[in-house]
């Protein structure tokens, strides 16, 4: 019944050491997104597709780049993870017809520790 | 642009009581969808209750409901006969034509029911 799943849950990287978090869906949503939430924060929207195309939040760090290379599957990478990049990142998706269809569908969400 | 304004950090309640969360929203757009989302400690993000700009009529699933007054931009969550496992994260969240659908999100109120 898992429809966004991300993997994985818990990772722990060392400063400044690529790191690769993966997303992937079973909704067939056109649209997929990457946030990063704090602690205690409202999810800050990194970046999103629709379709193949890719939208960039004008203040995502040049550290983090993102992949989709097809509907299902879409990759969040951090070049060089500091200290600051420790959060909980979340992927959704959604279709955009509109109303309800609006809807963001989340994965568990990996939660990145920087050592 | 949109915005979600979220006003109450924290909220206590007691078991079997009703709490309200308070949510307002600011948009140009005549059309836009109202979420709210659920966030337990473990951070996946689970869906509650939708509103429609168009509905006329208050969103209702279970124990939520939602307290539409499009004249004032409120979108209040209101959660009936409080449960311990009520406790958690609450986020209100709309999408919108001009925001090209993206949710964009308030910045949370905690809840905590007490026993």
Same mark, same amino acid.
């Given at each position: ?15 400044? !050491? ?19 939430? !704090?602690?205690?924060?409202?999810? !800050? ?6 379709? !193949? ?63 | ?8 950090? +924290? ?50 699933? +279970?124990?939520? $409901? ?31 034509? +001009?925001? $090209?659908?993206?949710?964009?999100? +308030? ?9």
């Amino acid at each position: 019944d898992a429809m966004v799943i991300q993997n994985p849950r818990y990772q722990v990287t060392q400063f400044g !050491k690529p790191v690769t978090l993966s997303c992937s869906q079973t909704l067939n949503h056109n649209v997929m997104y990457w946030y990063q939430q !704090k602690s205690s924060q409202a999810p !800050k929207l990194l970046f999103h597709y629709y379709d !193949k195309d890719f939208n960039n939040e004008a203040d995502t760090p040049d550290n983090f780049q993102s992949r989709r290379p097809n509907t299902s599957f879409c990759f969040l990478d951090i070049r060089s993870p500091g200290l600051g990049d420790a959060a909980m990142y979340l992927c959704a998706t959604s279709r955009a017809d509109g109303g309800r269809d609006t809807e963001a569908f989340f994965g568990q969400g990996t939660r990145l520790t920087v050592v | 642009a949109q915005k979600i304004t979220q006003t109450q950090p +924290g909220m206590f309640v007691q078991e079997k009581e009703a709490v309200t969360l308070d949510c307002t929203y600011d948009t140009s757009d005549q059309s836009y969808g109202l979420f709210w989302y659920k966030q337990p400690s473990s951070g996946e993000m689970i869906f509650l209750i939708y509103q429609g700009s168009y509905d006329e009529q208050n969103a209702t699933e +279970g124990r939520y $409901s939602l307290n539409f007054q499009k004249a004032r931009k409120s979108a209040n969550l209101v959660i009936s006969a409080s449960q311990l496992g009520d406790s958690a994260m609450y986020f209100c969240a709309m999408t919108s034509t +001009g925001g $090209s659908y993206i949710p964009t999100f +308030g910045r949370g109120t905690s809840l905590i029911v007490h026993p």
